[in-house]
Structure formats: C-alpha cells, structure tokens
C-alpha cells in the first residue's frame, strides 16, 4: 500500500512539472515579444524593472526556464496585469470560492448517484427503473453549460426561487469565513448552481452503479446472504453495494477531471466568482500571469482529485490491502 | 436501444449534409421585415420556424448548418482519438516492458491534463480555428482509449492463436496489426463512439466560452450568442433548439457505444 | 409414524427462458426425517439444485414454483413471501452451498459474515456472537485468530468449511447440503462429514444432502432418492436402493462409483448419451432413450410410482424383471450396445 502511494505521489509530481513546462512553451510561442506574457504597459515602471530582473527576461531561454520552474514551484505567477497585484493574491481568493461550490456539489452528486443507483438496480424491471435510466442518459447528454441555463430559466426566471447568478447579492459585504460560506444569502446563491451540478454529474455514478449492481446482484454470495435469513433491505444496501463500489471508485478520478471543466462552465453561467471564470476572462483579456496562474491550480486540483480517487479506491478494495 | 440511437444519427446526418442547401435561409443573413425593420428576436413563425435571433437570423438555418460542423468535429476527433489510442494501447499491450512503461508514464501525464481549461489557453496562443480546436481535442483525449486496449491486448497476448502465429513465422509487427488488431477493433469501435459525443459536447463547451471558430456556426457557437446577448431567458427559442440537437446527437452515438458494447458483453444484459 | 420434519408433496418448478418454460422438478415429492438424513442423488442438469432452490426460496426472477407443497413442520413454504421466509432462513432452515468460491462477500471478513446469522436472528452482543464464530472456526478446523480475514485470504477447501460453519451457527433443524464437497479432495471431505454427523448427534438435526456422488450417500444418509431429468425414479432407505436397486438408471449409476460394493478389477461402466431437454419432455419414461432393457411401452407411456418393498419405490415398468436386469446391468455391453 505505502508503494502503491508513493508512485501515485511521484507521478503526480512529475504531471504537475510536465503542466508547468507546457505552459512557458505555449506563452513563448505567442506572437510578438516574449516578455509580454510577464510584463505589461499597464505596470508600473518600477513593478515592470523588478519583474523583468526576476524573471530574467534578458537572459537566455534555458534560464528563463529554470527561474520559472522555481518561481512557479514556490507559487510566485507574477503580477496581475489587471489588477496590478501579485496574481497568486487574486487566484487564492477565487480557489475557495471555487471549492465551495465543487465539494458540495460532488459529494451530492456521489451521494445521489449511489444510491438512486442502486434502488434502481433493485427494481430493475419496473417504470421506474426505465424512467429513471433513460432519463439519466438523457439528462446528462445536454451538455453542462445548456442545462444549467435551463435551471437557471426554470427556478430564477420563470419561478422565482433563487437568484440567477453570483455569489451573493451586490451590496452585501461579508465579515471573516463564518459570514461568507455560512450565510442565507451564500446558501441562497449555492443552492442553483450546486443543484445542477449535482444532479447532472451524478448521473455517472448513478449508472455505472446500476450497472455494476446488476453483476453483483446475480452472484453467488447475494443468494447466501438471503439464505442466511437477511432483510432484502440489508441484502441490497449492505451486501450489494457495498461489494459493487469498485468501479464508482474507479470512476471518480475520471469524473473529476469532467467536473472541473464542468465547474469552469457552471461559473460562467451563474456568475460564480471562482477559479474557472477567473481563468476564462483572465485569458480573454490577456491577462498572462493570472491565466497561468490559474490554469496550473486546477491542473493541480485534478491532480489531487486522482490521488485522492486512488486512495479511496485502495481503502475500498481489500483485495489491493492485503496482497 | 441502438436502433433508436442508430435512426437519430441517420435523421441528423441527412439534414447535416443536405440541410444547408434546404434551409430557407442564409444563416449569417439578417432578416428584413416588409417595413424595412430588422427581424429582432422574432418568437417561432411560420416564415421562421424557430424565431429569429438578436441580430435578426434565422435560427432554424443555424441550427440546420450547426449540424454539418457537429458531425465533422465530432467524427474527426473520435476518428484521431482512436487512432491514436489503438497504437498506443496495441504497441504498449504487446511489446511490454520499458515501452509500455514509457507508454503508460506517458497515458497517465496526458492524462491528467484537464482538456477544456487547456484547450482554452491553448487556443488563445494559437489561432481559433476548427482544426485546431480538433488537434487539441485529439491530442489529449486519447488515454482512456489506449488505456482499455491496451489491457485487451495483454490478455490477447496470451491466447494459443499468437503462439500458432509466431511459431509460422510471422513478424511482431505483422502479428500486431494483421492478428491482434481485429480482435480490439470492437473496443476502439465503442470508445470511437463515445469520443464522438464528447468532442461535440467539448467543442461546444470550447464555443460557448468564447473561443469557438468565429467563421463556423456550430451548436456552440449558437449558445454562445444567446449568452453574449444577455437575453437568453427572454428568448427561449434562441437557446433551446441546439442545446436539444446536442443532447440527441450525444445521447444517440452513446446508446450506439453502448449497444455494441452490450452485444459483445452478454451480462449486461440482466440474465 | 411421527410427521417428517420436511416434506415436499409434488412439486412442480422451473425457468422461464427465452424458448419456453424449463420444469426442473416435474412432480417432485420426497420426506426428510426428524433427525434423519436424506441424500438426493443425481446428475447435473437433473433438477436437484433446483429443489433446494425451491425450499429455501432464493431463486432469480425468472424461476417459479408452479405448483406442490413443500412442508416445512407443517407450514407449507411455497405460499410465503421473503419477509415471512426469513423467519426460517439461517435459523431453522440452512444451506451449505455449492460454490465454495463464490458464496462469500469479498468485501466483508469471514469472522463478519458468519456473525451476521447470529446477530440477526438472537438478541446477543456483538461480543458474544463474535465468541460464538470463533468457537465454531475452531470446531471446523479453521484457526480461531483468522475471523478478521477476508475471504480471498483462504483457500477454497478452508472456505467451505467457514460455509460449514456459517450454516451450522444457529443449529438449525434442516441442513441443505448442495454439493457441499464437490471441489473438494477426499480428506477434506470426511472431515468434514464428520463435523456434520457430530452435530446431528449433538442437536438432532437433519439434513437434505443432494450430490452426483452416490458413494457420498451411501456413507452419510439414511434414505436416499434418485433423480432423474426432474422427477425421482426410485426410493427408499440407502441399504436398500443399494442392495436391492430398482431402477435402471439406479444400475447405472451404482456402475458409475467404485466405492460402492464392486471388485476393483472391474472397469468403470459409464451410461451413454445425456438427459432429456426439459423444454419438452418426453411422454413416455424419461430415461427410456437411455435403459438398455426398454420396450415400446416405456416409451410410448410414462410409468408411476410402485412400491416394490416396503418404503422402497420405483418408476418403471419393468421392476419384475428386476433379477435379469441387475445381472445385465453388471455387464459393460448391456450399457454399450445403446451407444
């Protein structure tokens, strides 16, 4: 197990290096001079010197790179062109906001997914089943960023119940972390977005549950447990489904990967003030050290999720404890 | 479940490659009323069948020219996507050793890239073009595919007809390609389909940010313009109708996977 | 005579398939004795998984039972829905499966899986019940420290016997042993007979073993019934189906086993061809295509029950000529020329 964690760490590493050293090829390939992607005219003077000395701009490339390397290791992007402070500062506040609105929302979505899954799976045969298994294929064939519009059209617009976007209404200013993240009025704003996206990635979970609980539903030791005088109920929710996670373990690091392009849309769409829409207007006006920045985090993020996803699917999994 | 799959597909590709020359209208033409005013957000008629845009076009025209781009996108990068993790998956399943490791090292990194956040600053770099938007698409999607051959190929490996075959002479790469090949080819047929619905669901995801090809209507593209617009809840006709074609268009060539995928695995279906 | 603690009164069950219904067990009925032991005897494909499917109840969705009573301390069983059948399953009526491999949840440990029956059926601890499991690997053989293992941990042979305790935790008065030895080498397999026989002695229980392996009954039950393409064609107590068998393919079968009363010079005879299609059966006597002595009559009509002794019955049409055919059936040609 401890040899199964260090390479998982290892190649982690070695994936977050590869990201980093893509990034500096892709903004020396930009068009005109190559210091653009550090320096901006929008700078002051003295801040453009002090970059200029620390990036080594003038020196040659292979340096460049090296100094890069570190500086992005250490978490240093540079100074935001737009709004003129050091562009970590602007991408660690958007990171909090983005995860506030990711776990929520994937934790339900798990959640959901898993058990609907695994009702269905148990009535299979039934309306219901039907319904709800060709509903999720259905559902989750829209892409995100169009059924979110939906929602929002569905519960903002047309029925007013919540509001159609941001975090919190303008206006309102929130004192420390308690206010923030615990207030009616987060709660209000999250409830939209972490919905949909809830309902809409746990549609995977919830179909590859079904699926795997249909194997397991017709093995051997799911006809001794009934055997042994079990309640249909613990037959399908202890022994069934538990034995049938494997592959929703599996499935998590691939989930993470489509939700964090799923989140860069989902906060596009409602106006959520977090790291994908950071990235996305930070590239659309330019602005190079924080779509670095910003990029990289997330690249990070789903890194970790993979990690993560490994661990879980190790502790599930006795077979891969106990060799 | 295929079938039903399979005649969507059929009913989209007609009106993909004929559709533009049956839409009643130019899609990017603006559309004068009898007065001279231009057509503005006009609600489903019966000269406008799905109402027109901001800009006063004919979304019925978009929607039909929308179709040819989602098919060329979406086969082109599933044709690339499987191309590419079929070699990987056979040359690393077969071959073992430090190739496969290399290979493997090589999955795993790509792997992790997150496409759409990439995709973006790649684009921003490079010029916003469909082809492009393709390479990027293809270059990085490749993994799961060559991922599951790969373990195809290893059990393969091992089977009595690879051994009849080495003993008769053959060369790897010959027994690779003419004997192994075949027998994964279903496989990258079911990821071929997948990877259709996801390089349209992606490259709409990539319009809809604004990155799209500005010269090529595609789904994306569409939404992207109600979104700008900020009328999008105003004009529900604008944005529902190519949302609505990308979900049968996914939904379809997934069941199509997924039918296939179920006639080669008798378990899953339910016995 | 006092009532058997089960009886199976013409039972008729099967598969619903995508050609037309399979009946398993075409008419069925047999009687397990109050601390007695009854062995089921046939090949594969006879049926006789799916009686003890049908006893316990845990079958897939598309096998029913169509008719019959199965009579379990004269409760009949087959009107029961799973909630009233649980009050049964684990506790009085309990069954050692067939797949040693299988039967187990990989997820759970051993020491788990076997303490579940006993947490749900008595109000015990999780202490106590633990106790109890460990007690009960000791007594199977299997060392007592291994309860926090899981089962891919074990061998297959070690794994039945975690299945051997599982279904003797609670003492239940029927034991359904459905080729509970199958994978198994011979040791092993005395072994754990002679578990089984220690506990009937102990707590009086019976027990339903159903095998192809006729030596097994012979050694361990005291009344056995043949099976054959759904129906059982011959019996009675073991002693007199062995030494005094009816029924053609009871011969048969006798030829099949070494262990069983021959010389050892003698090769094994085998009985050609296979069962009937269950699908469609045939009107007449169901072995006829394969009984070296059969008339037109036995095929054209279906022969019934007779008993030939007392406590010993047969299906055939033929049981008076019962002293020609036991001299025949001893020869390998009799059997060869219906190849």
Same mark, same amino acid.
Request: charged share 20%; net charge neutral; hydrophobic share 45%.
């Given at each position: ?70 500086? !992005? ?24 906001? !983005? ?62 119940? &919540? ?17 923030? %993240?615990?207030?009616?009025? &987060? ?137 | ?14 009106? $993909?490659?004929?559709? +533009? ?147 008769? $002479? ?57 979104? !700008? ?13 190519? $949302? ?28 | ?31 397990? +004795? ?12 006879? $049926? ?23 009579? &379990? ?73 291994? !309860? ?138 169901? %072995? ?24 010993? &019955? ?26």
């Amino acid at each position: 197990m401890r040899r199964y964690l260090v390479n998982r760490l290892g190649l982690a590493a070695l994936t977050v290096l590869f990201l980093a050293s893509v990034m500096f090829i892709l903004f020396r390939m930009l068009p005109g001079d190559p210091t653009m992607t550090v320096l901006s005219p929008a700078l002051d003077r003295e801040v453009q010197e002090e970059l200029r000395r620390k990036f080594g701009l003038d020196r040659p490339l292979i340096e460049q790179y090296v100094i890069y390397m570190k500086s !992005t290791l250490l978490g240093d992007f540079g100074v935001s062109f737009q709004h003129r402070v050091s562009a970590v500062t602007v991408i660690a506040e958007r990171l909090w906001n !983005t995860l506030a609105l990711m776990v929520p929302s994937l934790v339900l979505a798990y959640l959901i997914g898993v058990l609907v899954g695994a009702y269905i799976a148990w009535k299979r045969g039934t309306k219901l089943e039907e319904v709800v298994t060709v509903g999720a294929m259905a559902f989750r064939s829209g892409p995100i960023f169009w059924v979110a519009m939906l929602f929002v059209f569905a519960f903002s617009v047309k029925v007013p119940l &919540f509001p159609s976007g941001h975090m919190r209404t303008p206006g309102y200013v929130a004192e420390g972390i308690l206010a923030t %993240f615990f207030s009616l009025d &987060f709660l209000l704003h999250l409830t939209l977005p972490m919905t949909c996206m809830a309902i809409y990635y746990g549609c995977y979970p919830l179909l590859i549950m079904r699926t795997s609980m249909l194997e397991v539903l017709g093995e051997d030791f799911i006809d001794l447990a009934k055997a042994k005088g079990l309640s249909e109920l613990k037959v399908v929710f202890k022994h069934a489904m538990r034995a049938s996670l494997l592959p929703i373990a599996t499935s998590v690091s691939l989930l993470g990967a489509y939700s964090v392009a799923g989140s860069v849309l989902v906060e596009m769409v409602f106006s959520w003030p977090g790291l994908g829409r950071l990235m996305v207007t930070a590239v659309l006006d330019s602005d190079y050290p924080v779509a670095q920045g910003a990029f990289l985090l997330i690249g990070v993020l789903v890194i970790l999720g993979n990690l993560l996803a490994d661990l879980l699917y190790g502790a599930l999994d006795p077979r891969v404890r106990y060799r | 479940m295929g079938l039903s799959g399979i005649i969507i597909i059929l009913v989209f590709s007609v009106v $993909g490659l004929l559709g +533009p020359w049956f839409a009643p209208y130019q899609p990017m033409e603006r559309q004068y009323d009898e007065t001279g005013g231009l057509k503005r957000l006009n609600p489903p008629s019966s000269e406008h069948w799905l109402g027109t845009t901001l800009y006063g076009r004919d979304i019925l025209s978009q929607v039909i020219v929308g179709t040819r781009s989602a098919f060329l996108v979406g086969l082109l990068t599933a044709t690339f996507v499987a191309i590419i993790g079929l070699n990987v998956g056979l040359i690393s399943g077969y071959y073992g050793g430090w190739v496969d490791n290399l290979l493997m090292r090589l999955t795993d990194i790509v792997g992790s890239v997150p496409i759409l956040p990439f995709a973006i600053v790649a684009l921003s770099v490079l010029t916003r073009n469909i082809w492009w938007i393709i390479g990027v698409m293809s270059i990085l999607y490749w993994t799961t595919t060559a991922r599951v051959i790969r373990s195809q190929v290893l059990s393969l490996r091992e089977r009595p007809f690879v051994d009849a075959a080495r003993l008769s $002479g053959t060369n790897d790469l010959r027994l690779l390609y003419k004997h192994i090949a075949p027998n994964v080819l279903p496989q990258a047929f079911v990821h071929g389909a997948f990877a259709v619905s996801w390089a349209i669901t992606t490259e709409a995801s990539i319009a809809f940010l604004g990155f799209g090809d500005p010269y090529s209507i595609s789904w994306g593209t569409i939404i992207y313009d109600v979104f !700008t617009s900020m009328v999008m809840y105003r004009a529900w006709w604008w944005f529902l109708p190519p $949302g609505i074609c990308i979900m049968l268009v996914v939904m379809s060539f997934y069941f199509v996977g997924r039918a296939y995928e179920e006639v080669a695995d008798p378990r899953l279906r339910g016995l | 005579m006092a009532t058997p603690l089960l009886q199976v009164i013409d039972l008729r069950a099967g598969y619903r398939s995508d050609i037309g219904f399979v009946r398993a067990v075409d008419g069925v009925s047999l009687e397990v +004795p109050e601390g007695g032991s009854l062995g089921l005897v046939g090949e594969s494909g006879c $049926g006789k998984s799916s009686v003890v499917k049908s006893i316990i109840k845990v079958f897939p969705k598309s096998f029913r039972i169509e008719s019959g009573q199965i009579e &379990f301390r004269g409760t009949d069983l087959v009107p029961l829905d799973y909630e009233q059948m649980r009050h049964w399953r684990g506790k009085e009526i309990s069954l050692i499966p067939q797949s040693a491999m299988n039967a187990l949840n990989p997820v759970y440990t051993v020491g788990y899986q076997v303490a579940e029956v006993i947490l749900e059926h008595e109000r015990v601890s999780r202490g106590q019940a633990m106790n109890r499991v460990r007690q009960l690997f000791e007594w199977v053989g299997i060392d007592p420290d291994r !309860t926090g293992q899981y089962p891919h941990q074990f061998s297959g042979g070690m794994r039945q016997r975690v299945n051997i305790a599982l279904a003797l935790a609670l003492e239940p008065a029927l034991v359904i042993a459905d080729e509970p030895t199958t994978a198994l080498d011979v040791v092993v397999q005395d072994q754990i007979f002679g578990k089984m026989r220690e506990m009937q002695d102990r707590t009086g229980a019976s027990m339903l073993l159903v095998t192809h392996d006729i030596s097994l009954v012979s050694e361990n039950c005291d009344t056995m019934a043949v099976m054959y393409a759904g129906q059982i064609v011959e019996y009675s107590d073991v002693r007199g189906v062995l030494a005094r068998p009816f029924h053609p393919y009871t011969l048969g079968l006798k030829n099949a086993f070494p262990s069983v009363d021959r010389s050892r010079n003698e090769a094994l005879i085998s009985i050609p061809k296979a069962p009937p299609s269950l699908l469609h059966p045939p009107e007449g006597c169901r %072995f006829a295509p394969r009984c070296p002595f059969a008339t037109d009559r036995c095929v054209q009509e279906a022969p019934v029950s007779i008993e030939v002794e007392r406590g010993h &019955f047969v299906s055939c049409h033929h049981v008076g000529d019962i002293d020609r055919m036991r001299e025949a059936a001893e020869k390998a040609e009799t059997w060869a020329a219906r190849e």
